[in-house]
């Protein structure tokens, strides 16, 4: 089953002159991740972010508790 949807999503990606395994956005995700591991475990200061991440960040620790 899963080989049949890896093979539908290979031939839509031929189809429409995609790679459909390039997956630049998932790397991306992993690079800002990995920089913002540190402060959600408490480790580091969420100063150096913009608002809405720090606030996010807080709100995550409080529900921790």
Same mark, same amino acid.
């Given at each position: 089953?899963?080989?049949?949807?890896?093979?539908?999503?290979?031939?839509? =990606?031929?189809?429409?002159?995609?790679?459909?395994?390039?997956?630049?956005?998932?790397?991306?995700?992993?690079?800002?991740?990995?920089?913002?591991?540190?402060?959600?475990? =408490?480790?580091?200061?969420?100063?150096?972010?913009?608002?809405?991440?720090?606030?996010?960040?807080?709100?995550?620790?409080?529900?921790? =508790?």
């Amino acid at each position: 089953l899963v080989a049949m949807y890896e093979h539908k999503i290979f031939v839509q =990606g031929i189809i429409w002159n995609v790679n459909s395994y390039d997956q630049w956005g998932v790397e991306l995700g992993k690079q800002l991740a990995k920089e913002l591991l540190p402060m959600v475990e =408490g480790k580091e200061d969420t100063g150096t972010r913009d608002a809405s991440t720090a606030g996010l960040i807080k709100r995550l620790h409080g529900l921790r =508790g």
